[in-house]
């Protein structure tokens, strides 16, 4: 029976990750705030949600540890991405609890992704330890912010990009880890993560740049900007 559930979980989980992998390029390069934009995205969330649910089901079936890591992990990044839209008008002092609790709960899993990577060097323990490390840093930085004020009108813009872009690394990883086999394990883990890691910056630099020269750029639709 067991048998029978995680291969159903399995199916579900490669369907919905492949769902994820084509409806995150719309989403990039549609107008940010409109229809297809917005569309596209909630598909996106909803097939990284339901990745993260299979992978959790999945890793307590066959007691994998490192599934369940990675399946937080990635997912962290897709959730405060989406949260990132509920944050146009936060101030210090009423951002919302979830906020502070995700923050938490990516500091504890991280703390043992990393600890995980040191028990397990030799069994991909270098992934480990750097996802573990990235996702030190941005629960760090959640709690942070989740105290104080947002340190530009456009923060939340700024952490919409940045998170959806991690979360899409984190789907061409598990792609490349389950199809490019001919490349060695630790660079089929983080070869998107070295190339993507890059071009997020690059990106939120742009918008930033733009916005506090008081431009808006093309493709950002001006409801998006406004948060209605």
Known sequence: MNDFIFNFLRSIHILAGFTALFAGPVAMVTHKGGRKHRLSGKIYFWGMAIVAATALGMSILRTNHFLLLIAIFSFYFSLTGYRALYQKKRTAGNGSRWDRDLAVVMLLASAVMMIYGIINFAQLGVVMIVFGGIGAVLGVQDLRKWMTLQPSKYQWFYDHIARMGASYIA???AFSVVNFTFIPDVIRWLW????GTPLIIYTVRQYRARFE??????????????GE
């Open 171 to 173: 789907t061409l990883s």
């Open 192 to 195: 998107a993560t070295a190339f």
């Open 213 to 226: 020269a008081g431009k808006k750029p093309d493709d950002v639709a001006t409801f998006s900007i406004k």
